[in-house]
């Protein structure tokens, strides 16, 4: 489904370019933990 959504998101854009999906799980997942968010718990 990922795969899906990105290939959308380049024709919507009209973006040609490969995607990592991992390298892109990664960076998700790094900026979901390392932001700082105040008001959470």
């Given at each position: 489904?990922?795969?899906?959504?990105?290939?959308a998101?380049?024709d919507?854009?009209?973006?040609?370019?490969d995607?990592d999906?991992?390298?892109?799980?990664?960076?998700?997942?790094?900026?979901?933990?390392?932001?700082?968010?105040?008001?959470a718990?």
């Amino acid at each position: 489904m990922l795969d899906e959504w990105i290939t959308a998101v380049k024709d919507e854009l009209g973006i040609e370019l490969d995607v990592d999906t991992g390298v892109l799980l990664d960076l998700a997942r790094d900026a979901a933990h390392n932001v700082a968010r105040p008001a959470a718990p």
